[in-house]
């Protein structure tokens, strides 16, 4: 049972920006770092933002994620096909001891 | 190149047991926190246990439907990482992924079902 909530679904056509919202706690977002995960079909999670808004190498620019109280944010600008593919949040949750993962978001470009 | 393979999934009875691995290279494997997460069929991610490293303590954590049932381990010498999966139920089927929270393995799918 995910106690980060996440929309079912978002979209936009080629180049558009679209933005992805993940909504916590003080217990989970509001004390601690978010990380956003990208799963194409078929394929592991892969890490496309961490602490809050950092991106690993070799993840574009086109990915920004942001924070404030309990909710974070991952935004895509230009978005491209390849885009296509399910988007979790996840943070340390202080009164679980554990890690937490958002419901997911899944992309399409229409 | 750090890669992760997991392995020991399979078919089993509910009330069984099984033991996944997860062979680790191309990283310090010793200094790392290593998780167990796993993905229901059609389902989102759930996190399911973290050991730390040994120098922190290699304190562990389980999510709360697997405590008392599933144990993680680490063996350094071998850069593996264990899940001992006992008491198993259908709702645990799922494929289950090794991972350092940046890097994962590709996961092995375990079905719970008699």
């Known amino acids: 049972q995910s106690v980060l909530t996440q929309p079912p679904s978002a979209s936009g056509t080629p180049g558009q920006r679209v933005t992805i919202s993940c909504s916590g706690s003080n217990s989970n977002i509001g004390g601690n770092y978010v990380h956003w995960y990208q799963q194409l079909p078929g394929t592991a999670p892969k890490l496309l933002i961490y602490r809050n808004n950092q991106r690993p190498s070799g993840v574009p620019d086109r990915f920004s994620g942001s924070k404030s109280g309990t909710s974070a944010s991952l935004a895509i600008s230009g978005l491209r096909s390849e885009d296509e593919a399910d988007y979790y949040c996840a943070a340390w949750d202080d009164s679980l001891s554990g890690q937490v993962f958002g419901t997911g978001t899944k992309v399409t470009v229409l | 190149e750090v890669l992760m393979v997991e392995s020991g999934g399979g078919l089993i009875k509910p009330g069984g047991s099984l033991r996944l691995s997860c062979a680790a290279s191309g990283f310090t494997f010793s200094k790392a926190w290593m998780n167990w997460v796993r993905q229901a069929p059609g389902k989102g991610l759930e996190w399911v246990g973290r050991i730390k490293s040994k120098t922190d303590g290699e304190t562990i954590d389980y999510a709360a439907p697997v405590k008392g049932r599933f144990t993680i381990s680490r063996d350094d010498s071998k850069n593996t990482l264990y899940l001992q999966m006992n008491s198993l139920k259908t709702e645990d089927t799922a494929v289950y992924y090794c991972?350092?929270?940046?890097?994962w393995g590709q996961g092995t799918l375990v079905t719970v079902s008699s």
């Open positions: 991972t350092t929270k940046v890097d």
